[in-house]
Every structure is written in C-alpha cells, then in structure tokens.
C-alpha cells in the first residue's frame, strides 16, 4: 500500500526559505517516481517537480523553474522541497504525488495515482 506523508508546511515571511518533506512508503523494490503539487485558494493543482527514485533525475515545468529544488535521500525513502525567495503565492496546500514509473515528465505527472494529504503553508510578514 503506497502512503505519502508530507511535512514542513507552516508560517513563513514574504522571500524567506521553506524546505517541505515526503515520506514515501510502500513500492517495495519498484521504480517510481514523485512529484510535489501546490494547490492555492480556490485554484487548481500546479506541477512543482519531480524525481525518480532509480537515478534521481528532476523534471521542472518551465514556469516553476528558478526556486524550486527537489532531492531525495534513498536511505529513508523522502523526497524534499527547498523553496526560496518564497512569495506570496506559495500559499496554500502542498501535496506530494507518487506514481509507478522510470521517468518524470508533463505527462508522467498530470494524472498521478497516489496523495499525500498535504500541508499547509501560510505566507505571511
């Protein structure tokens, strides 16, 4: 059974710095890869990034390129996202999504299986 639980979420100050984690449980010895989503007030979901577990490779929409970095730590399974200079329209619920899978890419990540719940991130001075 595939679980996700992110973390890091909270309150942080308009060009401040946040680092959100995923703990990811459950592929075994499958490949797969994750991807992190931010879901502001009354908006949709938006791709942020993703890595794969075999060789760490990253995939960044175009738009979101510049403060978003993924990485992963093999040992305990969890992906993190640093974001930096953050603004205003960070805010909102960031979710980490999982699916099977050796490759990330705009269509690897538009409809993927597996949700975390997600944590909450405030943006405020």
């Known amino acids: 059974q595939v679980q996700l639980v992110e973390s890091g979420g909270g309150l942080v100050q308009p060009g401040g710095s946040l680092r959100l984690s995923c703990a990811a449980s459950?592929?075994?010895?499958?490949?797969?890869?994750i991807a992190w989503f931010r879901r502001a007030p009354g908006k949709a979901h938006e791709g942020i990034s993703c890595?794969?577990?075999?060789?760490?490779?990253?995939y960044y929409p175009d738009s979101m390129k510049g403060r978003f970095t993924i990485s992963r730590d093999t040992k305990n399974n969890t992906i993190y996202l640093q974001i930096a200079r953050v603004e205003p329209e960070d805010a909102g619920v960031w979710y980490c999504?999982?699916?099977?899978?050796?490759?990330?890419?705009?269509?690897?990540?538009?409809?993927?299986?597996?949700w975390g719940l997600g944590t909450l991130v405030t943006v405020s001075s």
């Open positions: 999504a999982a699916d099977r899978g050796l490759r990330c890419s705009a269509y690897a990540i538009s409809n993927m299986p597996y």
């Open positions: 459950g592929f075994a010895s499958e490949p797969f890869i």
């Open positions: 890595i794969t577990s075999t060789d760490g490779g990253t």
